[in-house]
């Protein structure tokens, strides 16, 4: 679920957002888990949890997100290492750069890092940027 990739990408537990967000923990713990829709809950509820993470009400919700949305979401608030590797993969592809075997691979480590040492990003997130930048399934 959206909510609890931005709560990882933030280091924020469920509890510090019920918290700040001024919710029951129960009422988001029952959103987290899928016992309770967000779209059926009140724009109140949702307004306070999209406040609290810094994202739109719209992104909050299934509907709402968009597969454009969702990649701009998933390319913005890297840690530095993978967005530096990232941008000089980019900039490699756009160039030409006769390096694109080790900008690969700086950035294959740099995406498992982030996912498996730090736990900066979650695994459907490493997924979607090797499936976009490595395996070439989606164009970058």
């Not at 510090?16 to 967000?38: F, Q, W, Y």
């Amino acid at each position: 679920m959206i909510i609890d990739d931005i709560l990882q990408r933030k280091k924020m537990t469920k509890y510090r957002l019920a918290v700040d967000a001024g919710i029951p923990h129960a009422t988001l713990n029952d959103i987290c888990s899928g016992k309770t829709k967000l779209e059926k809950c009140s724009a109140e509820t949702v307004y306070k949890i999209a406040k609290v993470l810094g994202v739109s009400m719209e992104t909050l919700t299934e509907g709402g997100i968009h597969a454009t949305e969702r990649e701009r979401l998933y390319e913005i608030g890297l840690p530095a290492y993978l967005q530096q590797d990232l941008d000089a993969y980019k900039d490699g592809l756009k160039n030409g750069s006769s390096l694109m075997d080790c900008l690969w691979g700086e950035l294959y480590g740099s995406i498992n890092i982030a996912e498996i040492n730090d736990g900066a990003i979650t695994p459907e997130h490493a997924d979607y940027l090797r499936q976009k930048y490595l395996w070439g399934k989606k164009k970058a």
